[in-house]
């Protein structure tokens, strides 16, 4: 939408820098505020209508966009990193930052951030609090084997650790001085309190995942190797609503999969993978990606559906992704390509089947993207998309990025 007045924001804890752009003067009105959104409504009011305001991504989250929605006036968050400032602008106060804000919304040229809901943000939280939960024990058992390392004592090479013999050689260790005694307990019970807050979100996430909002895509995407409840549910709160997403490859772009590239003129240049967009879903689709190197047990659609509870679309999808999957590792292996490139491969192709399974089932929605360019003759190339060949509205898609209209918003 075109505003007549478009408001830059330059947002901090306690302070909000405004811009007004008037399109049709081109007058700029500035103001300072707390953080302190009626106020801003206020003001905006006030300007000649409609009026629209934008503020970049960052650490004040969505709160602000809501709240200002809320009070009838309308906000995007615009994505930072696709934000291009000119490079001989070397000057950058808050006022100079809100006033380019509003120029970007002027003429549309800014990616926006699609906000989550309240509901589907809280289990967000969620799932990043579990992730940082994982992070906790591991620092704490570093500093118990480095402990007993300066004292002479170490864990039998090649045998597991932290395991019940483990735990039973810690308590069997017997120190001279009554200080160094005190140490190993204090670290295994902050290592047992680690395991029991992480062992909470695991049971508060397998009862969040069982909500209807979330329900039926953790379940599906749960059909695949090494996705479990967990990751599931990671997975699923990170994107969001998979149908934003008019191809396989633009949720690969937007979780950093695919290659980098620098190319100018007859040079052809690619690089290692872009690390962009949302790292937490990327870090789980990796994780899980390790596991289509082990052996498989060849598993029919059948043996999927009986097993998960699934419909035979989704069954059949998911039994095929992961003798694909496992094949993939395999050939890429066998070519002389390395474990971790091989599992990045992976990777990027299991994104293309989570994008398939999470709208498996779904009917055909109208989307908000650019129109489609003219039909032709093309071969379709991600395997994720000729297992949906069947299913209206998506089939059709052209994977392709449509051509842009003038002075139009992305979605991100």
């Known amino acids: 939408m075109l505003y007549s007045t478009s408001i830059g924001l330059d947002v901090h804890a306690r302070s909000i820098s405004a811009a007004a752009f008037v399109f049709e003067t081109g007058e700029v009105v500035q103001r300072t505020f707390g953080y302190d959104p009626d106020a801003v409504a206020a003001w905006a009011a006030s300007l000649p209508q409609p009026a629209g305001c934008l503020y970049e991504s960052g650490p004040t989250g969505f709160d602000l966009q809501r709240r200002l929605v809320a009070l009838g006036l309308p906000c995007h968050v615009g994505a930072v990193s696709k934000m ?11 006022r100079r930052d809100a006033l380019f ?11 926006e951030c699609a906000p989550p809901t309240p509901a589907m943000e809280a289990a967000r939280d969620l799932s990043r609090a579990r992730e940082d939960a994982r992070e906790a024990p591991m620092g704490a058992r570093h500093q118990l084997s480095k402990f007993l390392l300066r004292k002479g004592h170490v864990w039998p090479k090649g045998r597991s650790t932290w395991t019940r013999a483990h735990r039973e050689w810690l308590r069997s260790i017997e120190l001279d001085d009554p200080c160094e005694r005190l140490v190993p307990g204090e670290y295994v019970a902050q290592v047992r309190e680690c395991e029991e807050r992480r062992d909470r979100l695991d049971s508060a996430i397998a009862e969040r995942s069982g909500a209807d909002d979330l329900a039926g895509v953790t379940s599906r995407l749960r059909a695949l190797r090494g996705v479990s409840t967990v990751t599931a549910f ?3 709160v990170e994107i969001g609503d998979f149908s934003r997403f008019a191809s396989p490859r633009a949720l690969m772009s937007y979780v950093g999969l695919v290659p980098s590239e620098s190319s100018s003129g007859e040079t052809t240049s690619r690089g290692g993978i872009t690390k962009t967009g949302n790292s937490h879903a990327r870090r789980l689709l990796v994780e899980a990606a390790w596991h289509h190197a082990r052996p498989l047990s060849p598993a029919s659609e059948t043996d999927v559906a009986s097993s998960a509870g699934l419909p035979a679309e989704a069954a059949g999808i998911a039994a095929r992704a992961n003798r694909r999957l496992h094949r993939r590792y395999l050939d890429l292996r066998a070519k002389g390509k390395g474990a971790n490139v091989t599992n990045v491969a992976v990777a990027r192709e299991l994104v293309g089947f989570c994008w398939a399974l999470a709208l498996c089932g779904r009917a055909a929605e109208p989307r908000n993207h650019p129109p489609a360019r003219a039909a032709r003759p093309r071969r379709v190339g991600h395997p994720a998309i000729r297992l949906c060949a069947a299913r209206p509205g998506l089939a059709t898609r052209d994977p392709r990025p449509a051509e842009l209209p003038s002075r139009s918003v992305g979605m991100r």
């Open 84 to 94: 291009v400032r000119p490079s001989g602008d070397r000057v950058k106060t808050d």
């Open 101 to 111: 804000l509003s120029r970007l919304l002027a003429v549309g040229e800014f990616v």
């Open 234 to 236: 990671g997975i699923a």
